[in-house]
């Protein structure tokens, strides 16, 4: 199939760390992504990995990829009330050139 | 930093008209997609294009839709007929000829078929 799974909703204080989690599908895709939509706004790339990476850090974002489950997670340090946004993991189903979005996880930061 | 443009950012059609969507990809991308977003739900993948001409669709591509490079900038996607179900939010993306780094994609427009 071509479900990946996010839970819908993570709420977290400012300052503090965020943790969105996803599950993909397709073991054999070589790049996952993460996209962030802000209110109103498009989906802007926030960072990759690829498959044979366990972990990539940017800034105060931390990816962690664990192939063997299939599951993918971003951090976000010292998050932010500008980090308020809808968080999408992402992956390319092999052998397609289609980008298969999860469901989305709602990130609020409150103060 | 290079974006990929849309327009218009809001559409509004009644049912039964037909509609285009434009988008301007960036310029040295040479695959581009169009997706949409029902409100409350997933991006969804609808269509990609390559050399001129369309390399992969979904079944929500039916013939309803098309889409054309009518120049070497404009990437347009036609809804014939439009039904209130078109209603979305419809993302135009572009990307290298290396898709491994990510798809960039507009800001979106927003159809409402009333």
């Known amino acids: 199939g071509e479900d990946v799974e996010q839970s819908l909703f993570l709420s977290v204080r400012e300052g503090d760390s965020s943790v969105i989690n996803c599950t993909y599908t397709d073991s054999s895709s070589t790049y996952l992504y993460w996209y962030k939509q802000e209110p109103g706004a498009g989906l802007q790339l926030l960072t990759y990995?690829?498959?044979?990476?366990d972990m990539k850090q940017d800034q105060r974002l931390t990816v962690l990829l664990n192939k063997k489950d299939k599951h993918l997670s971003l951090r976000i340090a010292d998050t932010q009330t500008g980090d308020s946004a809808i968080y999408f993991c992402a992956e390319i189903l092999r052998n397609t050139d289609k980008l298969i979005f999860g469901t989305g996880t709602r990130l609020q930061v409150f103060p | 930093e290079p974006e990929v443009t849309q327009t218009p950012s809001h559409q509004v059609t009644q049912m039964g008209q037909e509609v285009i969507l434009r988008c301007v990809p960036i310029?040295?991308?040479?695959?581009f997609y169009w997706y949409r977003q029902i409100l409350g739900q997933k991006v969804e993948f609808l269509v990609s294009f390559y050399n001129n001409e369309i390399s992969e669709k979904s079944e929500i591509f039916d013939d309803q839709f098309s889409v054309e490079r009518p120049d070497g900038s404009n990437f347009t996607l036609k809804i014939r007929s439009t039904k209130l179900e078109d209603s979305a939010m419809y993302f135009c993306?572009?990307?290298?000829?290396?898709?491994?780094?990510?798809?960039?994609f507009g800001s979106g427009t927003r159809l409402t078929v009333v």
């Open positions: 310029s040295n991308h040479l695959y």
């Open positions: 993306a572009s990307s290298e000829e290396n898709r491994n780094y990510g798809y960039t």
């Open positions: 990995i690829f498959s044979n990476m």
